[in-house]
């Protein structure tokens, strides 16, 4: 038998805080997931003029991130042509996010689950997921 450490709704209610804050500080309305260390969606928000096809996006990169342990730019360098994850955006029925905004949520060196965030570029993802991040550690 093993014992797992996930997030549980507040913390998931903590994340969802300070990336929200982060995005309306930056003027950009975001579409943020958070999910479990196993990948599955515990609490989400679509902001005011959040992209519909964001909702998606951003579920799947914090999927990516929880699951596979790693931000999801860190897969954007390794799956370009000629590198070692080369496809690996393929991988799981496409749901492996290889674009900035996913990131897991790391306690104590274990990771307890992922955020994703999709509506911005790529940068402006990622900012608002590390406030996610930052937020919530800050809370502990």
Do not use: W
């Not at 709704?9 to 903590?14: F, P, V």
């Not at 579409?31 to 196993?38: H, N, Q, R, Y």
């Not at 928000?45 to 990169?61: C, F, N, P, Y």
């Amino acid at each position: 038998m093993i014992s797992i450490q996930r997030l549980a709704l507040e913390d998931a209610r903590i994340l969802l805080a300070g990336a929200r804050t982060k995005a309306e500080e930056i003027g950009v309305p975001m579409c943020i997931a958070i999910v479990d260390e196993s990948g599955n969606l515990i609490a989400f928000e679509r902001m005011e003029g959040g992209k519909v096809t964001s909702i998606t996006i951003a579920t799947d990169k914090a999927y990516t991130a929880a699951a596979a342990k790693k931000a999801t730019h860190e897969y954007g360098a390794a799956s370009q042509p000629g590198s070692p994850a080369y496809g690996i955006n393929s991988a799981i029925g496409g749901r492996l996010m290889v674009v900035g905004g996913g990131l897991p949520v790391v306690v104590d060196g274990a990771v307890v689950g992922g955020i994703g965030v999709s509506s911005g570029t790529p940068a402006q993802d990622l900012q608002v997921a590390q406030a996610g991040v930052d937020h919530f550690l800050a809370n502990l």
